[in-house]
């Protein structure tokens, strides 16, 4: 089991990047696929990116490719989510996510990101 402890939203402008963070512990981390979800006010929780257990595949969702750059850093037990061109329409709470054999069973306490126009 692998516990994580997102952190680096806030708020900024359009445009402006930002960087999130997801700290793990768990004995496990360096071999799990990692990801990370974001839930807009009112909506449904959706995929944002994932990298495998190397780094050496990520997988973003459409709306954010091209902007976000998902990294890890296995020595550091740590995943990062790297939000550059930030829209309105991406102001959520962050989650990231680790992948067990049952999907993704390991969550994150949140972070606010919310960019103004």
Same mark, same amino acid.
């Given at each position: 089991?692998?516990?994580?402890?997102?952190?680096?939203?806030?708020?900024?402008?359009?445009?402006?990047?930002?960087?999130?963070?997801?700290?793990?512990?768990?004995?496990?981390?360096?071999?799990?696929?990692?990801?990370?979800?974001?839930?807009?006010?009112?909506?449904?929780?959706?995929?944002?990116?994932?990298?495998?257990?190397?780094?050496?595949?990520?997988?973003?969702?459409?709306?954010?490719?091209?902007?976000?750059?998902?990294?890890?850093?296995?020595?550091?037990?740590?995943?990062?989510?790297?939000?550059?061109?930030?829209?309105?329409?991406?102001?959520?709470?962050?989650?990231?996510?680790?992948?067990?054999?049952?999907?993704?069973?390991?969550?994150?306490?949140? &972070?606010?990101? &919310?960019?103004?126009?």
């Amino acid at each position: 089991q692998v516990q994580l402890v997102a952190s680096g939203g806030g708020l900024v402008q359009a445009g402006d990047s930002l960087r999130l963070s997801c700290a793990a512990s768990g004995r496990t981390f360096s071999s799990t696929l990692l990801g990370w979800f974001r839930q807009a006010p009112g909506k449904a929780r959706e995929f944002v990116a994932s990298i495998s257990a190397s780094g050496g595949s990520t997988r973003y969702a459409e709306t954010v490719k091209g902007r976000f750059t998902i990294s890890r850093d296995n020595a550091k037990n740590t995943v990062y989510l790297q939000m550059n061109s930030l829209k309105p329409e991406d102001t959520a709470v962050y989650y990231c996510a680790a992948m067990s054999a049952l999907g993704w069973t390991s969550w994150g306490q949140g &972070t606010q990101v &919310t960019v103004s126009s």
